[in-house]
């Protein structure tokens, strides 16, 4: 059976901002056939940000990645795409970008474990919880493009 039509969530991070790198972001992810259905800029409260890494809390970097996720507002993105939650995390890369294979977002333009340009939902499941999470529904879009024939098949 072929993969099934999904939706993942994407932050781009403060980093990203900073280096002026959010066009090449988004462009490895239209180059890949994904769809942006969601997208904006946000500000996240240090409360989100404790839901979002809430798996991290008692981790020594915790203090300090919830501060630099606030240092701008982030780039929030629904992506959606066949198998849209692996495909993305091909396209981003391993967490440190040391490890990452070349040609990731990730070992393409970073460095630092830290300022690793991007966040991707990992699972299906986290998926839907984080796309509710930073987004509502009306900010969420379903509409045809002309390409989607030559991206997801017939
Ligand atoms: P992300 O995919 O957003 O999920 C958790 C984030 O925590 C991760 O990317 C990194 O940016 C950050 N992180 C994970 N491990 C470390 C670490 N050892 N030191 C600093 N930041 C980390």
């Known amino acids: 059976m072929g993969a099934a039509i999904e939706r993942t969530l994407v932050l781009i991070k403060p980093d990203a901002l900073q280096r002026e790198l959010v066009g090449d972001v988004v ?41 630099f996720m606030r240092e701008t507002p982030v780039v929030a ?42 966040h991707a939902s990992d699972t299906l499941e986290n998926a839907g919880i984080e796309i509710n999470r930073f987004f509502s529904a009306s900010e969420v879009f379903t509409y045809g493009k002309l390409t989607d024939r030559y991206h997801f098949g017939a």
């Open 27 to 67: 462009t490895r992810f239209e180059r890949k056939g994904l769809k942006i259905v969601g997208m904006k800029l946000s500000h996240l409260t240090e409360e989100v940000l404790t839901e979002h890494y809430g798996h991290h809390k008692e981790k020594p970097f915790f203090p300090g990645l919830v501060a």
């Open 77 to 118: 993105m629904v992506l959606e795409g066949l198998g849209a939650v692996d495909e993305v995390r091909k396209v981003v890369g391993a967490t440190n970008p040391l490890m990452a294979d070349a040609g990731t977002i990730r070992a393409d333009f970073s460095m630092s474990m830290a300022g690793n340009i991007v």
